[in-house]
């Protein structure tokens, strides 16, 4: 039998521990609910990132820096009927005027508007991937039409956040695998030793004719439950954790730290990970009993 | 015609860089035959029987079990070897933690027997070793006679074609020592060849027909050269004793 996990009562009965009684299923757990919030966060900021960039990576803002009020009103006219012409552009709008006023209340006061402070107006458009690449034709258009208008690419003062955003969903990611590869090496010498405690059990076995594998088997299913109870514990001590960190963003209210949800699929991915630990272990015991198996004739 | 179970030819055994524990050990066996191999302590008997049921490989000459090169054979084509062969340790090396069903259900488990197919012989045995009242006992609550015997059960469940005991009779009183001698002789008659290790020189005429292997200092007393080549003969295996 290959399946780890089907053996007969009496084939359970040949090596004595029980399930629980060592550290190994404690010490994945812990392993496990690090290797959770890591690839959570990950997943949460890889996640972020796309909602982040995703919506407005393509948008442009157009200021019309014009202190001539008439002028300024004609040009953004012309600039959003241009716009508006182009191929490749989803949505043009006008941004109010309160909208403006109320970004710039914190630097300048109600002043601006009380003493007639010439304020830009702004216009957003989305544009398809593929007029964004043309960004530079686009701006020589509306510069044809509007010669005070300026043209903001979101794409660009957004680049350092996504690039950081990035950055630590890679970091997540090396987290994680270095925590499987840690969990790797706590298996092998639980495997070691599990096979130095029974070493005289498996000599009788060898002499009556056991194979290798069938040996491997007794261990690597006992491992293979280990971790599947460890992985578990671990991976609902990290879903409580992240649920309460959830409600927890939810009250500070911020758009950017509500960015870093998870996705269904990003929940599927963390279930995934305590069976793919419990894999990753049986694999793990298979191979180094089978590698000290060999070293005995 | 008797077949050749086993073949031993210059064989030589050392444990790392030390002198030679068995050194150019030549002998047969013929199927069906009945052995004792006796020596003083430390003349190599164990490391000869280890040779036997393929726990060690020797340091040079050549070993044919069941008409195989086992010297050279691959790690991997052991076990079906080794499933052919019976052993009764010198100290037993019963599972501590498993019953003596258990234990005597150890072979047929390794060769794959359903668990409802073994129930049937495993009870059998532990009635013909007389431990049927004793199935769920755990070694350490059997005494030492118990436990020979559930050795001998374990090596004998899975009908090995040649079973090899390693002082099968050093703890246990003569009466236990008459039992079990006569349990191998009743083995051998069922076509078992027997190669049984002991001190005791008693035993040697308790059974007809055995042959006996004498070591001395690794080496193998052959005077007559019978061990090596055995007189044949015709249509069994077991042959009369030397001078008888």
Do not use: C
Request: glycine residues 8%.
């Amino acid at each position: 039998m290959i399946f780890p996990f089907s053996a007969t009562p009496a084939e359970r009965r040949l090596l004595t521990e029980g399930r629980l009684s060592g550290p190994m299923p404690w010490v994945i757990a812990i392993m496990m609910f690090l290797t959770v919030l890591a690839a959570a966060s990950g997943l949460a900021l890889a996640n972020a990132a796309r909602n982040v960039t995703g919506g407005i990576a393509n948008r442009i803002t157009v200021q019309i820096v014009e202190a001539n009020p008439d002028l300024r009103e004609e040009q953004t006219r012309a600039a959003m009927a241009a716009l508006a012409a182009m191929d490749g552009v989803s949505h043009v709008a006008r941004v109010p005027d309160e909208e403006i006023d109320r970004l710039i209340e914190p630097f300048l006061g109600t002043a601006a508007e009380e003493e007639g402070i010439p304020v830009p107006t702004m216009i957003d458009a989305d544009l398809s991937e593929a007029l964004h690449a043309q960004l530079g034709e686009v701006e020589a258009d509306i510069a044809a039409v509007a010669p005070a208008a300026r043209v903001d690419d979101h794409a660009q003062f957004l680049a350092p956040l996504a690039g950081l955003i990035r950055s630590l969903s890679w970091l997540a990611l090396g987290l994680v695998l270095l925590i499987g590869s840690a969990l790797a090496a706590s298996v092998i010498l639980a495997a070691r030793a599990a096979l130095n405690t029974h070493r005289s059990t498996i000599e009788v076995l060898h002499l009556m004719g056991a194979t290798d594998i069938q040996i491997a088997r007794l261990f690597q299913r006992r491992i293979a439950l280990d971790a599947l109870f460890g992985g578990a514990v671990g991976f609902l001590s990290a879903v409580i954790v992240l649920l309460l960190l959830g409600q927890r963003i939810g009250a500070v209210g911020s758009e950017l730290l509500g960015s870093a949800s998870l996705p269904w699929t990003a929940w599927l991915v963390l279930f995934v990970l305590p069976l793919a630990g419990a894999v990753l272990a049986t694999l793990v015991a298979r191979f180094t009993v089978i590698g000290v198996l060999r070293k005995m004739l | 015609m008797a077949t050749t179970i086993a073949q031993f030819e210059n064989v030589g055994l050392r444990y790392g860089t030390g002198a030679e524990t068995l050194s150019d050990v030549s002998f047969s066996l013929d199927t069906g035959g009945f052995y004792f191999l006796t020596g003083p302590s430390g003349a190599g008997k164990t490391s000869l029987l280890k040779l036997l049921y393929l726990s060690q490989r020797p340091s040079r000459g050549l070993i044919r079990l069941f008409d195989t090169d086992v010297v050279t054979l691959a790690r991997d084509r052991l076990p079906g070897f080794r499933r052919r062969i019976g052993v009764v340790f010198q100290d037993f090396r019963l599972v501590p933690h498993l019953s003596t069903f258990d234990n005597i259900a150890l072979p047929l488990r390794v060769a794959g027997v359903e668990e409802s197919e073994l129930v049937s012989p495993v009870n059998e045995m532990l009635a013909w070793v007389g431990l049927a009242d004793r199935a769920s006992a755990r070694p350490a609550t059997l005494s030492g006679g118990e436990q020979q015997r559930v050795a001998i059960a374990r090596a004998v469940i899975h009908r090995p074609e040649i079973l090899i005991a390693d002082e099968p009779t050093g703890n246990v009183d003569p009466e236990m020592a008459a039992r079990l001698l006569h349990l191998f002789d009743a083995l051998n008659k069922l076509g078992t060849t027997m190669v049984v290790a002991t001190h005791d020189i008693h035993l040697l005429s308790r059974v007809s027909n055995a042959q006996m292997m004498r070591l001395d200092s690794g080496r193998l007393a052959d005077p007559t050269g019978l061990l090596r080549n055995p007189p044949r003969e015709a249509g069994r295996g077991r042959r009369p004793k030397p001078g008888a």
